[in-house]
């Protein structure tokens, strides 16, 4: 649907600008240069000498808005928060990535509306690469579907919602300990018309990793350097790729949660952490959210959470002390990232009907009908109440602490909307995730929101 291009004013894929450190570990001695190729060195260097503009809008973008959406109300609120830094930030993207964490639930998980958004970012400002992916289908749930994550051996799994966890668990929600001493991992991004390789990955883990050797999706022998941290393992190729298989030793402590993967080359990264029913309170649950987004170096993290808690007991109160909590986690962490608040939108719970009804039996020759009572039950939807309440929270929260908050509550359409979405076909079946179409509908709104912070001087 969209036309992601790699070569665009802020990028230049077919020259990847690598880091220092791969500079340092694969550099080889320079080839000799014609004076042809000092021309276009030279404009390359002076296009990366001057800070790219920040567009007007994406363009050959087909995702219609219904007229129910409030486009006036789809804008940041600032909430007094200084968004000069991350505008800086975008203006010089042409020489050093602009990096963006978005967490979440299930909204995330699929990873369709961060998925739009990621999409419509890098067309403006390039694509940096694809960034955090996760072992979901490792973990027995749903995965995105635009890169792999993948292995042949066993592995023991934890997700983040699991009410008891064997192993510790990470930043990324995820958890996977191999059965050996041995294994293999394959990731990477799918082979489709939006062309993403990689020229480096960062295994994040907790215990000892050794790497063996790295082959292509075809089996053959890729040049690399690992470099080792405590909480991450970098792996530095001697080629792009799209796909790799990391073969691997470990100690018995292994337990991996997520890779990210860097074209190595300037542009924007759209990081998302996503999880089937999570609350603020799974993350916190973790505690080292912060820590753990930290290699990262993020920008801007996004938080949308809340819907999960309106399926719960109402309790405001513990909702904004479980709010402080991930925000104070991350910020500690993180303190020169942008943080932005979204709220949840209306959404519908079912409700099941209870009735007892006197039902005849089938008469039989000769005797007089008799009859038995039962219990018929029945469901239906009603809009989930508690939403409103905890969209109020977040939005409380956020002036009190000067934090940006994205209504998307209010965007959506308010009070209401929720039957708008469902005529429209935007609400799946259970009335509370969107169908395709909704999800898109949502990251080019978020995207919108986003652009017009960089356009404006807050």
């Given amino acids: 649907m969209f036309c992601n291009k790699l070569i665009i004013s802020c990028a230049v894929a077919a020259v990847p600008l690598f880091m220092a450190a791969q500079k340092q570990i694969l550099a080889s001695e320079p080839d000799e240069i014609t004076t042809e190729e000092e021309d276009e060195a030279e404009d390359e260097a002076d296009e990366r000498a001057h800070p790219v503009a920040i567009p007007a809008e994406a363009v050959d973008i087909d995702i219609p808005i219904p007229s129910f959406i409030k486009k006036n109300a789809n804008h940041i609120i600032y909430n ?29 998980q699929a990873d369709i509306n961060t998925g739009t958004i990621r999409e419509l970012l890098q067309y403006d400002f390039g694509n940096a690469g694809r960034g955090l992916i996760s072992p979901l289908r490792i973990c027995g749930t749903n995965q995105p579907r635009d890169y792999v994550f993948q292995s042949r051996n066993s592995w023991n799994s934890v997700k983040l919602i699991n009410r008891s966890w064997a192993q510790t668990v990470g930043f990324t929600g995820t958890s996977i300990r191999p059965s050996r001493s041995s294994g293999e991992l394959t990731i990477g991004t799918l082979d489709t018309e939006d062309y993403n390789p990689f020229s480096s990955t960062t295994i994040f883990h907790n215990g000892k990793l050794t790497i063996k050797d790295v082959t292509d999706g075809e089996g053959n022998q890729v040049p690399f350097r690992a470099i080792p941290s405590r909480d991450y393992t970098q792996i530095i190729l001697g080629d792009l790729a799209t796909k790799i298989n990391v073969n691997f030793t470990s100690s018995g402590d292994l337990t991996v949660y997520g890779a990210s993967l860097s074209g190595d080359r ?72 942008l943080l932005l608040l979204t709220t949840p939108m209306e959404c519908h719970k079912s409700v099941v009907t209870k ?20 219990t018929r039950t029945s469901k239906s939807y009603a809009v989930n109440r508690n939403v409103e309440p905890l969209r109020k929270v977040i939005l409380d929260y956020g002036r009190e602490k000067g934090i940006a908050v994205y209504d998307w509550y209010e965007v959506a359409g308010g009070t209401g909307a929720s039957s708008s979405w469902i005529s429209s076909d935007l609400f799946a079946k259970d009335r509370v995730h969107h169908t395709h179409k909704g999800y898109n509908l949502e990251g080019r709104l978020l995207y919108d929101a986003i652009m017009d912070a960089l356009r404006t001087q807050n």
């Fill in 80 to 108: 007094g928060a200084d968004w000069t830094k991350l505008r800086g930030a975008f203006e010089k993207c042409s020489t050093e990535p602009v990096s963006i964490v978005h967490i979440g639930d299930s909204h995330i």
């Fill in 266 to 337: 300037p542009g924007v990264f759209y990081h998302a952490i996503g999880n089937n029913g999570a609350t603020y309170d799974s993350y916190n649950r973790i505690g080292s959210v912060g820590v753990g987004i930290n290699p990262l170096h993020p920008d801007l993290v996004i938080i949308s959470l809340g819907t999960n808690e309106a399926f719960g007991r109402q309790d405001t109160g513990g909702f904004k002390r479980s709010i402080d909590r991930l925000v104070s986690n991350i910020r500690m962490a993180n303190p020169n990232a």
């Fill in 355 to 374: 009735k007892k009804v006197r039902v005849r039996n089938k008469a039989r020759k000769g005797r007089k009908a008799t009859y038995r009572t039962v």
